[in-house]
């Protein structure tokens, strides 16, 4: 069959000119199919510029020639200008005619000494690779073929040193919307802490406040040098386990934190742990669940639609959690006053208190 002989979409040729593309009676442009194509070269060109030093390399020379940055790197001249170029073009690098320099982004999230530095988080974001190639047999057969929970600590170790200053500015900018640091004497529990980014901001911001912090005691490991970093160590219990069963006080805690842990854990597993969360608070204790969850459209936070889709890529239960359904379980669990906040853009949280006079409440 003859292709359409008109010429591709064009900017005038838009939504809001002429209708939905496709309903055009011109075809529609093939970049979003290329966007695609193209996604994974831009993922490993970030990560072999990692792997090569090149943000902090460039960072301690200052502007440069790639000659000169090829020497320093020891690496081929000629295959580092393609790599620099296709920085320029994926916008995280600057470039005047032969001059390669650090932009606001990468100077901030992938120099490793960079205030938002995400530079650790780059290899171990996506998941286990080869779980992404192995996508279409998952779907087919339910499951990963080489899931994380199999050996969970050797993914999670990592992940949380990479997630740690993420969650950390995450976490302490929540204070300024739900304002934790009033109350100085503070006890919180942190189920699956990581690095316990969530605690060590309400300790630094609260001088009487204690943590319990559970996690794999292999995880363990990355708090107690995080707590003791931040001079906070003291104040912590560290409470190895499974977060399902290990061993919490009820009606003890002023807050509980839920950071990134739901969308692990299936339907049955979230709910399981706002329960446990709910029976840990005290009346008019806070419960904090950070996650990503995906809206009515599935446009408007493509980040939360793509995350879900990494749980699912490389672990047994992962799953996708909706607003809608996070909602119905912190409101069936008891929580009232629900709140969603977003401290940093893409960080989402819900806020839900337990009710003081929970029999009344249930009436
Ligand atoms: C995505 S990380 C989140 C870490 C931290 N809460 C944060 O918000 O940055 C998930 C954490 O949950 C822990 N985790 C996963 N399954 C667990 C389980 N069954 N029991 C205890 N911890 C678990 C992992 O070891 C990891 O540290």
């Known amino acids: 069959m003859a292709d359409n ?13 002429k209708g939905r593309p496709w309903t055009d009676y011109k075809p ?28 902090d390399t460039l960072q301690s020379l200052g502007p440069s020639r790639v000659d000169v ?39 901030r999230y992938l120099t490793s000494e960079g205030e938002a530095s995400m530079a650790d988080l780059i290899s171990v974001a996506p998941g286990p690779h080869d779980n992404w190639k192995n996508l279409a047999e998952t779907i087919i057969n339910g499951r990963p073929s080489s899931p994380i929970e199999e050996d969970p600590t050797s993914f999670y170790v990592p992940l949380v040193e990479g997630t740690f200053t993420t969650m950390l500015r995450a976490a302490t900018r929540t204070d300024l919307k739900i304002r934790y640091s009033k109350t100085p004497d503070l006890h919180v529990l942190d189920l699956g802490a990581g690095g316990a980014p969530w605690s060590i901001a309400v300790l630094k911001a609260c ?3 204690t943590a319990v912090i559970n996690d794999f005691s292999e995880v363990l490991e990355v708090a107690k040098r995080k707590t003791t970093e931040s001079e906070v160590f003291e ?9 399902h069963d290990v061993e919490v006080e009820d009606n003890f805690y002023d807050m509980v934190f839920l950071g990134h842990v739901c969308r692990t854990e299936g339907e049955e597993g979230a709910k399981g742990l706002i329960e446990r969360a709910f029976s840990a608070l005290k009346p008019g204790g806070r419960l904090l669940l950070a996650d990503y969850f995906i809206d009515l459209e599935r446009k408007f936070n493509p980040h939360g639609v793509l995350m879900a889709m990494t749980m699912m890529a490389s672990t047994m239960n992962g799953f996708q959690i909706s607003n809608e359904q996070v909602t119905s379980w912190l409101r069936n669990s ?20 337990k009710p003081f006079d929970i029999a009344k409440e249930q009436k």
């Open 334 to 353: 008891g929580f009232k006053d629900l709140r969603l906040i977003e401290p940093i853009g893409f960080q989402f949280v819900y806020v839900g208190t």
């Open 28 to 55: 529609p442009p093939s970049a979003p199919v290329w966007g695609v194509i193209e996604g994974l070269g831009s993922y490993y060109i970030l990560l072999a510029a990692i792997e090569l030093n090149v943000f």
């Open 5 to 17: 002989p008109y010429p591709e979409l064009k900017k005038t040729h838009t939504m809001a000119r």
């Open 69 to 107: 940055l090829a020497e320093k790197l020891g690496v081929s001249e000629a295959h580092l200008q393609s790599l620099l170029d296709s920085l320029v073009a994926l916008q995280l690098l600057d470039q005047f005619v032969d001059i390669y320099e650090l932009n606001d982004t990468c100077e």
């Open 207 to 209: 001088p009487g406040a």
């Open 235 to 243: 104040r912590c219990e560290f409470r190895a386990g499974d977060f």
